[in-house]
């Protein structure tokens, strides 16, 4: 028997959806919203979970084809509840009689914004672009900006459009190190926001 593990604490996130908000907000559309999310976890989705606190949301492990499933909440099921922010765990044992434990952190998005600070643009197709992601509030597209600066204070990646950077800088992989960028956004009720931070590239 062995033992695998799932480690679900990379950047990234699935609480977003496309809004379906097709009214006018003066200038601005609504881009962003959240809602109640059933999250299935694999393999492949490995990322925490924003979440705002007071909605509903369910992370189902089924995918996993798992028995005899025992998370740290109690909880014996493969599809929980979940209304807080928290790291929930558990394990299970697939068809080949292994033991697989899986580690899910949730968070909580009171800025209703969550930017990770590294990516891995390798082309495994996890965690390959850099990109905010807005929760709750809807966001004017007009009003957006990010911009994606090396070391040496070049711009490497601009955009005013919601598109993610996948690394390159001119059609060619940017070097592995420390980046710097600037956000500016402005939310449907009019508050205008500037974030900055540092991003770490590797591959």
Request: hydrophobic share 35%.
């Amino acid at each position: 028997m062995k033992i695998l593990i799932i480690g679900l604490t990379t950047l990234g996130l699935f609480a977003c959806e496309k809004s379906n908000f097709s009214g006018k907000l003066g200038a601005c559309k609504s881009v962003y919203e959240t809602t109640n999310s059933s999250i299935v976890i694999n393999d492949s989705s490995l990322s925490p979970f924003c979440i705002v606190t007071g909605l509903d949301y369910e992370i189902d492990v089924s995918n996993l084809s798992l028995s005899n499933v025992l998370w740290n909440t109690g909880d014996s099921t493969n599809v929980i509840s979940i209304d807080e922010a928290g790291t929930y765990e558990g394990f299970g044992i697939n068809n080949n009689n292994d033991t697989i434990l899986f580690n899910y952190e949730a968070i909580d998005c009171q800025e209703h914004i969550y930017i990770p600070n590294t990516f891995t643009p390798n082309g495994d197709g996890q965690n390959d672009n850099f990109k905010p992601y807005f929760q709750y509030s809807t966001v004017c597209l007009e009003d957006y900006k990010l911009s994606i600066f090396d070391s040496y204070h070049q711009l490497v990646f601009s955009t005013n459009s919601f598109n993610p950077w996948n690394g390159e800088f001119k059609g060619v992989k940017s070097p592995v190190g420390v980046y710097h960028f600037i956000l500016h956004y402005k939310r449907e009720d009019g508050e205008a926001f500037e974030k900055t931070g540092q991003l770490l590239m590797m591959y």
